[in-house]
């Protein structure tokens, strides 16, 4: 039986909106800088659902590679430019550093903008991406710690290659049967669903937390060889344990599915 569309929906732009009340200060540029990145994943959810009626499957050369040594998709390198389009026109990055690029990014944004740096993968599971697998955009945001009105330049070591418990936001996007976008500032963890009706993202997975507990493993067993003794040992634990049921194994090969899947079921 199908539902009536709720006449209040908690959308991602509202719950954004919420969050900013929390902190007086807040000028709203974290927000902006937010509605720059989930607009990218819209584009890119639209793309790789019609990638086949667009082009976009196969590699982009015969023999290219990114720094990670992935060969390069048509869709990643469509998914890269969606998202340096977006977070440059939000002005307030100013630098960027993706998977597909060598190098970082800079943009000229004066001495009052760009208060934030972005990292991100644009497509995640790329590989699978031909075989209508779900892949998806990883994305984290740190404050520029570069002083830009005192003359400072923003820098890769100071600004760029700052430590996990620096950022500000992370997430990421999973692009399948329905788009998803998974979001933290560091304190709780909630899931919104693109409604495609609408073009909105609702709020969906209220405070995700990984069960203490779960049945399943994810692991890429090719390359077993080159684990650690500690880590060898725990794989064959949970085939074969010494007492219970063994937990089974369930591998994607895609970042961020694999991940979606063990914080919703454990693991």
Not at 48 to 70: F, H, P, R, W
Not at 183 to 189: E, P, R, S
Not at 224 to 235: A, E, F, G, L, R
Request: proline fraction near 4%.
């Amino acid at each position: 039986m199908s539902t009536a569309p709720t006449r209040n929906p908690y959308t991602l732009t509202r719950w954004i909106l919420s969050e900013q009340q929390k902190y007086p200060k807040a000028k709203g540029d974290l927000s902006i800088l937010l509605n720059s990145i989930t607009l990218a994943c819209k584009i890119i959810a639209s793309a790789a659902k019609g990638a086949g009626i667009y082009s976009l499957y196969g590699l982009q050369g015969d023999d290219v590679q990114n720094k990670s040594g992935d060969m390069v998709k048509k869709l990643d390198v469509f998914s890269n430019d969606c998202m340096i389009n977006a977070l440059s026109w939000s002005g307030k990055i100013c630098m960027m550093a993706s998977e597909e690029i060598e190098k970082e990014i800079v943009l000229d944004v004066g001495p009052d903008g760009g208060k934030y740096v972005a990292v991100f993968d644009p497509l995640d599971g790329s590989s699978n991406i031909d075989a209508n697998v779900s892949v998806g955009t990883i994305f984290g945001i740190y404050r520029l710690e570069s002083d830009l009105k005192k003359g400072e330049k923003p820098s890769v070591k100071r600004d760029l290659l700052q430590q996990g418990k620096n950022l500000v936001c992370s997430g990421y996007s999973m692009y399948g049967d329905a788009t998803l976008l998974v979001l933290t500032f560091g304190d709780v963890v909630n899931g919104f669903t693109l409604d495609p009706q609408i073009g909105e993202f609702i709020l969906t997975h209220r405070n995700i937390k990984i069960p203490e507990k779960g049945k399943i493993y994810s692991v890429n067993e090719g390359n077993s060889k080159s684990w650690d003794p500690v880590i060898q040992k725990y794989v064959e634990m949970c085939k074969d344990p010494p007492t219970g049921k063994p937990k089974k194994a369930r591998y994607i090969g895609s970042m961020v599915a694999d991940i979606h899947r063990t914080l919703l079921y454990g693991g």
